[in-house]
């Protein structure tokens, strides 16, 4: 004999969440379609430029991106803000040397928003063609601004490489084709003279301490402290971190009782040494 088949009843309280759904849905849709209508209606009123200033850098300031939107097919001001070309606006402040990352959007109230980053240099060069130019911390090379000078760590003396390179690593190794004394057989000034600008921005006592670097005759790299009368022979950047941990332990345990002005020359090339000079 056959079962009868008993009715599904659905629970009220799944009705009930049902219809939350459906109402909630239809609010965001509804919603949706009054700020599409309402940014279609707005004009732009003025605009919000935001620079990233938490780098303390001043390559970009406001002002310039004003005068970048001064032409008559560019002035978002006035303009409904569905006929502003956002990407051609963002393309543009993307193009300047200085900048990183640039994003433009609007909203309801009529505001065009501007939210830049700059690039955050790292070390300034000086080659030897007395061509100077900054690495920034992806490793490009960026122009001095003749309005603003970062506060970074000075490189110069036997730097053969251009600003019209470009970025580290495209000189194709010409500086490793002659093993010189105390060169990296694996990396060329540049390369070299990078991480060391990264290593040092990123610590906050040997950014304090370490004012300019030189690129002597041989290759090596002497440090110039901003305390204190001596060199720092590092060499290259081989074992960086630990030759950097010795010449942190020598400072605490030797200077604090000998001084900081009775050294010439501290030579970290040695391995596992820090060798001095009076």
């Known amino acids: 004999m056959k079962k009868k088949q008993r009715n599904k009843r659905i629970s009220p309280r799944k009705v009930r969440r049902l219809l939350g759904w459906i109402c909630g849905i239809a609010a965001v849709t509804i919603t949706a379609g009054f700020v599409r209508s309402g940014k279609r209606a707005a004009t732009c009123s003025h ?29 978002p001001v006035g303009r409904k803000l ?31 928003h501007f939210d830049i980053r700059q690039r955050k240099p790292v070390i300034r060069i000086i080659n030897h063609r007395e061509e100077q130019f900054y690495i920034d911390e992806a490793g490009g090379f960026m122009p001095v601004s003749t309005r603003y000078a970062a506060n970074v760590v000075v490189a110069s003396g036997y730097i053969f490489n251009r600003y019209a390179e470009g970025s580290v690593g495209a000189d194709g190794g010409k500086q490793t084709k002659n093993h010189e004394p105390g060169r990296s057989q694996h990396q060329g000034i540049i390369e070299q003279l990078y991480d ?12 304090s301490q370490i004012e300019q670097v030189y690129v002597n005759e041989t290759g090596m790299l002497e440090l110039v402290p901003r305390v204190g009368n001596h060199l720092i022979l ?11 941990e010795n010449l942190r332990l020598f400072y ?17 090339f040695y391995e596992g040494q820090v060798v001095c000079s009076k």
């Open 234 to 244: 590092l060499g290259d950047t081989r074992n960086m971190e630990t030759r950097f």
């Open 82 to 112: 569905v006929d502003i070309n956002i990407a051609m606006l963002e393309n543009m402040i993307r193009r300047n040397v200085y900048v990183a990352h640039a994003e433009v959007f609007s909203t309801i109230d009529g505001t065009l």
């Open 47 to 75: 605009v919000d430029i935001h620079i990233d200033k938490t780098l303390g850098h001043a390559f970009v300031i406001p002002e310039d991106v004003l005068d970048m939107m001064s032409g008559p097919d560019r002035q």
């Open 252 to 268: 605490k345990q030797a200077m604090d009782s000998a001084g900081w002005h009775d050294y010439k020359m501290i030579n970290l």
């Open 196 to 207: 060391l600008a990264l290593f040092i921005d990123r610590d906050s006592f040997w950014n």
